[in-house]
């Protein structure tokens, strides 16, 4: 199912197995579109790596280890996954992979004389690519379909879960199993450590506190966010199962399953109609920056009970995404359901410093900036487009490359911690891909 694009022989769609059922959500156009940018790759990539899942991944995020392959113009990094069926499978699943990926140093590919007439496309052969697929290192059960998961940055082993029931689980992914069998368990199996019990609609927002250990925000449709310490272990005083006092020292034996209930250390209601997006300002411990179907940013204090300390209406429809500049300790960007990908100044947030109004032609789903090129952001949508964008540059003039390698709607994104110019993003059509532009382009 995973292919690593040689660009020597035409791949199977990623979407072969949307592509079987009776409806098909992917048109002729959008077809199309994806050979013409098939053909065209070679010049626009120094790397493009895609695999076809069996169910679509709403969420992808790299680990931050890596392992340096000796001789070899590949390093060995681990990406996560999680599985959404919308209720086709008994259990989803979280998922890591391991992938070979390319070194930033690595030698490029020379495609400007290999053109194939028969098939009407660039031609680069490299052998070794072959080698570099996505394996499967572990594959833990979860109950419900997963929207976002995110590791703890301090200890990227316990992986926060939120789902579309607006369901919080954590797991210690050392006391997991490597893989299961689906019809082995029970309906009333849970397989978390931990279940944060609080939202009751779906959950979309979910980021830890880079510099407090164990706290983690979430928000949801229900218009609520809630702040969790999970060192502080709290039994739901309507809740009567079995509890423990350390998550590291639960054990995972067949089916006995242990899971600590607990309860948030803040709440707040947050937006009216639902809390699309949530994230801890980048330079700041206390403050949490929040986005909603309100159209309204918000930013709330940890320190004060949740307290909301600053809000702003930024846009004319929903607000879908937020986030806040690597370099900047007041720039953030925020993405509405039009669209549109406006930058602002927190301490102004009334008006944005800049606004891109044809951003996208669908909902905005997901941005991050880049982690050494701070002016540089990724957004997605559900046009199926991940573009790059460059704030630095003159107004008009931010667009710096477009990714047309998805055939749905874009869902996650993630750039690579150790090459700043490699993107992981997953999408609708199945399809989970790993790109590098041409150094021409970025």
């Known amino acids: 199912m995973s292919e690593v694009m040689s660009w020597t022989e035409q791949p199977s769609s990623p979407t072969s197995e949307i ?41 992808a995020q790299w680990f931050p280890d890596i392992e340096n392959l000796n001789d070899s113009d590949f390093l060995q990094q681990r990406i996560l996954l999680a599985s959404h069926s919308s209720g086709m499978n008994k259990c989803e699943s979280l998922k890591l992979y391991g992938l070979k990926t390319l070194k930033p140093k690595a030698r490029k590919l020379d495609v400007a004389l290999n053109y194939d007439p028969l098939k009407n496309e660039f031609i680069a052969k490299r052998n070794d690519w072959e080698a570099s697929t996505m394996s499967l290192v572990q594959k833990i059960p979860h109950r419900s379909d997963i929207n976002r998961a995110r590791y703890m940055p301090q200890n990227p082993d316990l992986i926060a879960t939120i789902t579309n029931q607006g369901h919080i689980s954590i797991f210690d992914r050392t006391k997991k199993p490597n893989s299961y069998v689906e019809e082995e368990f029970n309906d009333d199996d849970d397989f978390s450590d931990i279940k944060l019990e609080f939202h009751q609609s779906e959950g979309w927002g979910l980021d830890w506190n880079r510099f407090k250990e164990g706290e983690l925000a979430s928000g949801a449709s229900d218009g609520t966010i809630a702040v969790w310490d999970i060192k502080k272990f709290q039994k739901a005083a309507a809740d009567k199962k079995p509890t423990t006092s350390n998550v590291i020292g639960l054990e995972f034996q067949k089916r006995k399953y242990k899971t600590s209930v607990l309860s948030p250390v803040a709440t707040a209601a947050a937006h009216d109609y639902g809390v699309n997006s949530l994230e801890y300002l980048y330079f700041h411990q206390s403050l949490i920056g929040s986005v909603g179907d309100d159209r309204k940013v918000k930013i709330f204090d940890t320190r004060a009970k949740l307290s909301c300390v600053k809000e702003a209406e930024v846009s004319d429809s929903p607000v879908n995404v937020i986030s806040f500049s690597h370099t900047h300790e007041f720039g953030f960007v925020t993405g509405n359901e039009s669209g549109v990908l406006s930058l602002h100044d927190i301490r102004n947030m009334e008006q944005p410093v800049r606004t891109i109004s044809n951003a996208h032609d669908g909902s905005l789903t997901c941005a991050a900036w880049n982690p050494e090129h701070g002016s540089v952001l990724a957004s997605g949508s559900t046009d199926g487009r991940v573009k790059l964008w460059d704030w630095s540059r003159d107004q008009g003039k931010e667009l710096l490359f477009v990714h047309g390698g998805h055939m749905l709607g874009v869902n996650d994104l993630d750039w690579n911690p150790h090459d700043s110019r490699m993107v992981l993003s997953c999408s609708d059509d199945n399809s989970v891909q790993v790109w590098k532009p041409s150094t021409a382009i970025f």
Do not use: A, C, H, V
């Open 19 to 59: 592509i079987t059922q009776e409806y098909n959500p992917i048109d002729e156009k959008t077809r199309n579109n994806y050979f013409i940018w098939k053909k065209n790759g070679p010049l626009l990539y120094d790397y493009i790596q895609t695999t076809s899942m069996l169910w679509p991944s709403l969420t």
